[in-house]
């Protein structure tokens, strides 16, 4: 665990062709600063995934609209203010993969929990149940769901402490403790950096085991 | 079944008024965006129900307009990603948790808006099938098969008059078989593995249902 | 929710042949009191799961030793002190499951998640592997494993509020809130009932929407 | 490959500070219990070593002697039942977050015991395969496929003679070419695909083993 001086530092090394899971559930908890690093970085041919497709010109959307995305894995593109994801998508200048919001949590966290695959119900018999395995189980139809694993993690916290156990604020939390256990490299932002032992350990909610590189940012 | 032949079709309140009545007292409930949240409003004092939002919350309160008691928080958003405040007893947790919530069955109610209801329960309201549409499942998938109950709201009749309770679902699904009940503006049916029964009617009569629709129902 | 009057008002209304999940591992979390009601109350022909497959002379080891259990699933049945489980064993008076700890935990979640069944690497090539299915998945090799669910689960916690949310202590807190999310009745026994609201939201571990019964004990 | 032939074969002591010596600084690990506990007492100050239980917690310190500072928490305890400290920067979390985190791949290091390990990496060390046997995995399993490198600590010979790292278990396994390094009295040996290979010897010379072992041996 590092703690980085800046932005920059925080997203060192993202190679091109990278899987980067980027929290948050509309702003709440979306990390655009570690973004813009992302975008200054200049890693190209990404897959990003992330609950949404970009929100009005900024964070994700640049990104996007930077042409460094090829592929957007999210449940919910379309926004009333999703017009540089819309404008792509309808050129053909990026590929989608809707997924839905609870499957998206729970690839992850399959990934990040060693599970190799597993039988879920929501999807069957509709348009995203094509291709995928189906099978019977109890008097139940579930489909077969395969991890969502990333290369890199970028996600927004509260509070870290210099082990890089983290705490979240409020609906904030959302995708951040799924993505920290999903992504070989997690950058964290946050908005206080407090000594090691300064957070109650009942009270951690992604572990410092997850966290590689933690950076203050001011918001 | 009740013939309210003395009246006119429910108003959007009174639809709303009559769902919230529906809701056992202490349940777990979630109210999907759009029409659906306005049951909140509806619901009375120590009715005991608790409301989740698929992004990580439990015991949601009413929207928070800034005033000194619910000031504005980008960290406290229901599902469309307007601010609201929490109430006492409130929790958090992460979004697969969330979601494990809701897939695992332990909420005892879920209200949805959908463009179609078949009479066997299928629900569609994710995708109105044009080809051009950019496709958005957000946790709608996730919401339909998860509650113990499905009640939608909508109106009967599209703009087109087209019926909306059909014999199946023309657009592409969410969901097969997971709705419970229908509420909308002439009436209210339950449906599911028996087909659809008519409970109550609004300004207009059974066999005026009957004429119009393209199911058998019941009553 | 309730807050119960004592333990036996807790655990009334199991029946026999009921699957009961009992927290604990050793000691820390163990929820002796509520064991020693379900000892009284008289139900018969249970499946408990728990990790061990209890101590000395007490609490499991006494539900066991009154012969109210006919299957035990559990990781390690066999410790220094487990005579009273080892005396039944090799009198083929109890049959037994053995679980990897992991997969107990995982199967418990898997039922509170809804999730059908799950690919675990954990067991392959061993002889607990026989009769599951195997499947290579990206190159490694897993088995399927499916949901363990129960009609009851009594847990030890340490604080409740009257909505029932839970907070546990340091490692006591262990199958707690797994068996919370997997039982159709969930009691909890803890040290302090407060008022709703007095549990920080952010820290709350289990929400009360799992919780059923809670009744307070002192030890 | 290094013989020392001007001694004799590593006390428990000595083996213990050798395992601690080759985990890497900053690790997060999961010590097995008997054996394998000691090795906490031998790494350095300053280590940065975090260790894992497997009940629960991260940043476990030292076993609690009832002192003013390590006070006997029953609700704090080890993998192996006995209390422990927690060290700053701790963090507690539940059983499915804990195996999670095992399985899928976050622990550096895991060190085990043996009954024995195969050539290319089998283990075996939960069950002596002796029919009366009560079957108790625990955790083994769960331990033995999930960390990064898996080291195992046991005599490189039965009391009885007979070696312990062989050409195949012939005990029941607790995980298919899982370990990477076996310390014993009187060597260390690399294990994996590619066969056994002698890192270091101690009292005996790389003939000797060859002599005494039923495996080929890389050196």
Not at chain 1, 56 to 77: H, K, Q, W
Not at chain 1, 155 to 184: K, S, W
Not at chain 2, 148 to 171: E, I
Not at chain 2, 191 to 205: D, H, I, K, N, Y
């Amino acid at each position: 665990m590092r703690v980085c001086a800046d932005t920059d530092e925080a997203v060192a090394g993202v190679e091109d062709g990278a899987t980067v899971l980027v929290g948050g559930f509309g702003m709440a908890g979306m990390p655009v600063p570690l973004i813009d690093a992302l975008i200054r970085h200049g890693a190209t041919d990404l897959t990003v995934v992330s609950n949404n497709a970009g929100n009005g010109d900024t964070g994700l959307a640049a990104l996007l609209a930077a042409g460094r995305v090829r592929t957007m894995i999210c449940s919910f593109p379309r926004q009333s203010d999703s017009w540089v994801f819309d404008r792509l998508y309808r050129e053909g200048r990026i590929e989608l993969e809707v997924v839905p919001q609870g499957n998206l949590a729970e690839r992850m966290r399959a990934a990040g929990a060693g599970i190799g695959a597993f039988f879920c119900p929501t999807g069957v018999g509709t348009p995203l149940a094509e291709g995928k395995e189906v099978r019977e189980i109890d008097g139940r139809t579930y489909l077969l769901e395969y991890p969502i694993k990333g290369d890199l993690a970028l996600i927004g916290a509260h509070r870290a402490d210099r082990a890089g156990n983290l705490v979240y604020r409020r609906t904030a939390r959302n995708f951040g403790p799924v993505m920290a256990t999903a992504a070989t490299t997690v950058v964290a932002q946050v908005s206080e950096v407090v000594e090691t032992g300064e957070i109650d350990p009942e009270v951690v909610v992604t572990p410092g085991i997850y966290v590689d590189r933690v950076v203050r940012v001011t918001t | 079944m009740n013939e309210h032949l003395d009246r006119g079709p429910r108003s959007k309140d009174e639809l709303a008024a009559d769902v919230a009545r529906d809701i056992p007292h202490g349940a777990f409930v979630n109210l999907g965006i759009g029409q659906p949240t306005t049951v909140a409003d509806h619901l009375p004092v120590g009715s005991g129900v608790v409301l989740h939002t698929e992004n990580g919350m439990l015991g949601m309160g009413p929207l928070a307009h800034g005033g000194p008691h619910d000031p504005i928080d980008p960290d406290l958003t229901n599902a469309g990603k307007v601010p609201v405040t929490a109430l006492p007893g409130a929790s958090y947790f992460h979004h697969a948790d969330s979601f494990a919530m809701m897939r695992g069955g332990h909420l005892d109610v879920c209200v949805l808006g959908a463009f179609q209801v078949s009479a066997t329960g299928d629900l569609a309201n994710w995708h109105t099938g044009e080809p051009d549409a950019i496709p958005a499942v957000g946790g709608a998938m996730d919401l339909a098969i998860g509650a113990k109950q499905v009640f939608v709201m909508m109106t009967l009749f599209a703009k087109d008059g087209s019926a909306k309770l059909v014999p199946g679902c023309t657009y592409p699904l969410t969901g097969v078989g997971c709705v419970d009940r229908v509420y909308t503006d002439v009436a209210t049916f339950e449906v599911g593995p028996q087909g659809a029964r008519v409970l109550e009617t609004f300004g207009t009569s059974y066999d005026d249902l009957l004429a119009r629709l393209d199911v058998p129902l019941g009553r």
